[in-house]
């Protein structure tokens, strides 16, 4: 960490300031110019609250050498984490594919398609029960029976299933979900990563429409700090000024996050464009940059989708892109 | 609502899109051309869910014509609304000045912000019990302690005061908060809201940094759904691609809330700007752009504010910023 | 194009827009209901001026059901264009790698590097001879001098070469240069793109930092209304709140402008991203997304680079990229 | 600029690299500590071209502490800049209002608005010749003899003339208009502003879209390292995600532009939300912000407007904003 002081610094309150440091642990080294002085902070400055340092009179400017995410970080972990998901490997040279309908509707629904993404290659079921909706006048979602869908489907397929928590008090109605997923809307509520810290389950944490790969790291921090080490991040878009497509999937996010954190990586390409003919081109993009998985919304039938139709595929168009998908993933192994 | 058929479109199909419009009360009109189908429907389109629409194979594209905010909606209740905070009123003309510390520390630095803060003019008293912090190293906050000191400095100096809430589970913990603040991270956690909504408590609702004025007025139409009108709106900053400011604010949000909503519109200069040297100018111009109020952060001793030390203001600075406020309201009344 | 006409709007201003309306020649549709009317017009729009009719007083609102681009839309030419550069093919199932340092620096760099990287696969030489840079005291580029390196590189190599025009009256200095690059910053610049319009040359047009696909649509048709219709589109990054990638790789932008367009879509990672370590992952995701071709900084001593070197690739670094590219358009075909 | 080397960083290395910049006449101090050396260097950094440090192989980031801009600085240059306007001043305290059509269209139009305007208190007229527009198709101004048709109301009505250059062999044409505009598409248009730096006329340079204040004040600085020290910035509406508005006004650019420049500093609000309502408020905010003055798009015929127009004001509705900006100006003297 660095900080450059500002030109009227006194000489007391420089040395006020390095013994503070040093007795927070750190080593000081001092740049004396004849315009600026710098002070170079080496150790563990991760718990350093570089908002209050700015705030002092004599601070011009702080700035981080080292991230300040410590679990996350490759740094400290320099191996890929895998993630066991109720027997499926994520991370670490395994890719997965998750495939299921945007909300989970009917039995009938979920049984086809569970069987469907299964047979085309799919390893997990994905599907929504409790549903953020921007308007409180569109369909929330089947809530707990949503969960008692998705684990018949499980049931009857062996394929464990994923779906969306939304309210820190429905975590003992998650107990047998194999992934809980934590939502873009949600990546910064901080009560809820705190108590899915305490938990023993395999978290899916997707990016922020508008926070960038260091706060999605702090995130998963705020989970990792608990106790729980089981993270997948998952990149779904961002929000920019382009509107053709619902959101800008930000695929260099998986080779930068490779490079920042062990944690596995997916993406999810039908959220990230909202639009059904971009969600081929895409996964197969995903899966060329290095992705540990991709989560593809698929649906038995679009047409009647009760939200999110737009950006499902039909069982027979999943079945076309996990292959090719696998086609990417073996030229490139 | 506008629909505009596909090109293939059968008349059957049409047909029968026709009639489910019919069902649902609309009124249905067709204007048929060469190549394209247009239907135009006119009526309460508010609960149609327009994804769902969209997914139809035989649509091309929706648009309304009409925002789906209801409750929220000017159009519907064409006066101002003016919110009753603790006898404060807040809209229609009547303009207010809160103010307070980022986070409540320390009795002696609650009461000593308060009174200055009063004396120059605050009609509420703001400060941070639970803080949202993108580390979860960076302090949390004191929590129900600094609600407790928080009523302390209300019942020495009269203001009300106004807080804000992170967890569903701490509702009864703010029941005699004046004003309860939902923050920018929590704007689209709809199961919070929906409680909210249940409450007969005011609601200063935060603009997400990534919202549009669109879900924003969605997010408040939650609020309002659950039966309860007292909604604030406050803009607080953007994210944008410009860092010099840790936010952009978008005074422009002021009028066009105003336009679209009844509800009054107050501005956060400190959080938007995340620089107290801007917060003048930026508290000036809200004003100016008839906003009925700004909510600035002040600290009696920045240089040690436990967090967000760099935006808030001394009570001497703030005196200034609250008498030119002032003034430049008189020179436009 | 559909119009909504304000409440207040009388009946004869409606017969009056509306004659006007059938003056250029559309069909009008009117549907009337108890709160808007809604006008329906069909016909070549692409020439009606948006703007204008938004500006009158008793119109709401105005939306275009087909897009203003008529000789870059592929509505009006299903086919595929492919544009021949020197003999290379792009577009139509042809794929082109185009390689070479940033600027073009000396001899020896410019012809050091063609060699490699024809050996690997290149079928383009690119090369800065005017270079825009950010500040006027950086390196500016080689000018008339880096375009004659380059031309010594194509007798020698028989690569065609690409290399960026700043300036209208450079035009004549690039007469023997195959693919003139409209750089980022230059999309906008209408008087440039008019100019290339009356040339015979194929032009590789660049996507604006903060250009939606329209807008880069809508310069394609500036040039092609002069008469030149062999444009190329690149998409190279927009700007977003992120910031650890220099900018963020829209790569739904290439299915998104196949949809739109029937011109050839490459990708630029090596601008797109900045930093010369996520230039291979982005390379593959590129050609999985379905790209016409990648545009790749490739340097022999990137440590020495007068711009740019962070994101440039070293022969070695390139040859791997180009066999792994390969590989996935293989897989995928 | 500090300079942190990466771990394999050799001492040999090192030294070549301190040799070199002792060389560059910087001073150089050396930080080393466990994990990581950092190298301050003080002096005259302006020039170092920071993205060829950052492509060394032992540097792992580099920060400037100074800003590149080095004419335009405050730092350097600590008075306010008063750029004279054929005998308007604008800044230092010189506030400008300046007003007229979008596009010159007739003599009428012109003549009309120039004097409605200056009754009102304008100081300058703007109008528009050479119109930049997104469509080829569009109407793209009436070039020289808009020109000649505002020299014209400058000589019937005394007010110095704004108008807008969008071509590098069109300086001539501009040799009697008062203030030259740079518009935001052409920011970075090196070329043309190097040229402008030659001439002995003010220029009014807008921010572009997508442009940083770092980057607007690097176009500035293109000008100025020519020469021509008159520039005005003009803040003009960023693009951001929402689209309520055309752009994002970013008013937190003016404060923070005036503490990083001595240069003037402008406002226009009518491009800048593209609304007429919108216009009255966001002056009167500009104004309050601490702006040099406003530029307001004022049209005798809004309706007929032939570009623009939703964003024109009436002269009537234009002189009550005059005024009311006045009132603000006074209360805040």
């Given at each position: 960490m660095i900080a450059v002081l500002k030109q009227g610094a006194t000489k007391q309150q420089r040395d006020s300031l390095c013994e503070w440091f040093k007795n927070m642990g750190l080593e000081v080294h001092i740049s004396e110019g004849k315009y600026k002085t710098i002070i170079g902070l080496i150790g563990d400055?991760?718990?350093?609250?570089i908002e209050l340092l700015e705030s002092?009179?004599?601070?011009?400017s702080v700035k981080r050498i080292s991230e300040p995410f410590k679990n996350a970080n490759r740094k400290f972990h320099t191996e890929d984490s895998v993630v066991d998901v109720g027997g499926v490997k994520i991370g670490g040279g395994n890719f997965a594919i998750i495939a299921g309908p945007c909300s989970v509707e009917t039995r009938e629904q979920v049984m086809a398609v569970a069987k469907a993404v299964k047979a085309s290659g799919a390893k997990l079921l994905r599907g929504g029960a409790f549903k953020p909706r921007t308007s409180p006048y569109d369909f929330q979602g089947l809530k707990a029976d949503g969960i008692e869908l998705l684990l018949e489907a499980k049931r009857e397929t062996g394929l464990p299933i994923v779906s969306e928590i939304?309210?820190?008090?429905d975590i003992e109605l998650f107990r047998d979900v194999d992934l809980i997923q934590v939502g873009a809307r949600n990546m910064q509520n901080f009560d809820l990563l705190k108590a899915l810290g305490k938990t023993d389950k395999p978290i899916l944490l997707k990016r922020g429409l508008a926070n960038n790969l260091k706060e999605l790291l702090m995130s998963a921090e705020y989970i990792m700090a608990?106790?729980?080490?089981?993270v997948i991040l998952c990149e779904r878009g961002i929000r920019t000024f382009?509107?053709?497509?619902?959101?800008?999937?930000?695929?260099s996010a998986v080779p930068m996050l490779h490079e920042l954190t062990h944690l596995p990586v997916i993406v999810d390409p039908s959220h990230a464009t909202g639009i059904s003919r971009l969600v081929e081109s895409m996964s197969l993009a995903a899966a060329a940059s290095g992705a540990d998985g991709v989560m593809i919304e698929v649906h038995n039938d679009p047409e009647r989708a009760l939200c999110d139709g737009a950006q499902s595929l039909t069982p027979e168009q999943f079945d076309r892109v996990a292959k090719r998908v696998m086609k990417v993933r073996e030229a490139l192994s």
């Open positions: 400055t991760s718990k350093v609250d002092l009179s004599i601070i011009e939304m309210n820190i008090n608990g106790g729980n080490e089981r382009e509107t053709y497509t619902r959101n800008t999937l930000d695929l």
